[in-house]
């Protein structure tokens, strides 16, 4: 791990000079939900709560890498779509929707499609027993998938079904969203940052990374996921293709024993569980790579459901 962590910083020190990765150029860190508020506004309606973390930053990168990898026919048709939602025009911060409404009745079914949660030590994924009775993300994903499909289903269906999609296979592809059910995938675990220190590691997983990354290089999430998706390399579009969201529930489950806890173990013997820039600095590689995987699968997938010629 440290000749990783060396090598990482050794590459930040040459794209951004002798700034820290998470040092801002002088000018340019945007304010807080810049990411959402400067670059794209979503139309008269539910306006996103201003919080730049994952589940807003993180879901508009992951679609917006979507949008870019989509054949014509994928992207004809997710247009086509957003062309008649009443929230929404640009796919990135659709995908956010699905946090906004997530406690509203009508929705409430979908609420454990967030996450699925795996016991310790398990060899991977199992829907008997880790989607046992309530829909889970790996299900709810391949349940709007299906249902995008579906030529009979209405345009307002399916937009809705679009949303979800998005949102969900960015969920699964965040380490913690296939956790453990003892601690709520992180949720029950203590934590710290600069600034708070009344946190928990889902929240930190969830935002702390990419705010951070987001202010150091002074960009909000359109620019951002321009970045990303322009240094996914030919080799990885080979290696992360695949369709299965129980292997992309596999990766975040191995991710989660093997790099979350690990973590865990090493605040708590070293900075009393806070994490700061120094935890970035450790887990911003696997972060980014998570983000380029779920925008790169997502549009596979699109491609598969609407066509990509």
């Known amino acids: 791990m440290r000749n990783k962590v060396a090598l990482l910083a050794i590459a930040v020190g040459l794209s951004l000079g002798s700034r820290s990765v998470l040092e801002a150029p002088a000018g340019t860190r945007p304010a807080p939900g810049a990411e959402l508020r400067g ?126 999609l998005g949102h969900f296979v960015g969920d699964l592809h965040q380490p913690l969203h296939a956790g453990y059910l003892a601690d709520r995938g992180g949720n029950d675990v203590a934590a710290c940052i600069p600034g708070d220190d009344d946190t928990n590691l889902h929240a930190v997983w969830d935002g702390f990374i990419v705010n951070r990354r987001l202010a150091a290089l002074g960009l909000g999430w359109k620019a951002y996921g321009e970045r990303l998706q322009a240094d996914i390399r030919p080799v990885e579009r080979i290696l992360w293709r695949t369709l299965d969201p129980r292997v992309w529930a596999n990766e975040s489950y191995a991710l989660t024993e093997d790099e979350v806890y690990a973590e865990v173990d090493r605040g708590a013997a070293e900075a009393a569980g806070c994490f700061g820039d120094e935890f970035v600095l450790r887990h911003l590689e696997t972060t980014e790579r998570r983000l380029k995987q779920a925008g790169y699968r997502l549009a596979a997938l699109l491609d598969d459901i609407f066509g990509s010629a």
């Open 39 to 164: 670059e794209s506004r979503p139309r008269a309606g539910r306006i996103p709560p201003v919080s730049p973390v994952w589940w807003e930053a993180g879901h508009a990168v992951v679609c917006d890498i979507a949008g870019r990898e989509v054949g014509p026919a994928a992207r004809d048709a997710v247009r086509a779509l957003l062309a008649i939602d009443e929230d929404y025009a640009e796919f990135g911060p659709s995908c956010y929707w699905p946090d906004v409404i997530r406690d509203e009745p009508r929705y409430r079914d979908f609420v454990t499609a967030h996450y699925v949660n795996l016991p310790p030590d398990a060899d991977g994924f199992d829907a008997a027993r880790d989607c046992p009775r309530t829909l889970c993300a790996v299900e709810a994903i391949e349940l709007f998938a299906g249902r995008l499909r579906d030529p009979t289903l209405s345009d307002a269906d399916r937009v809705v079904a679009l949303k979800f």
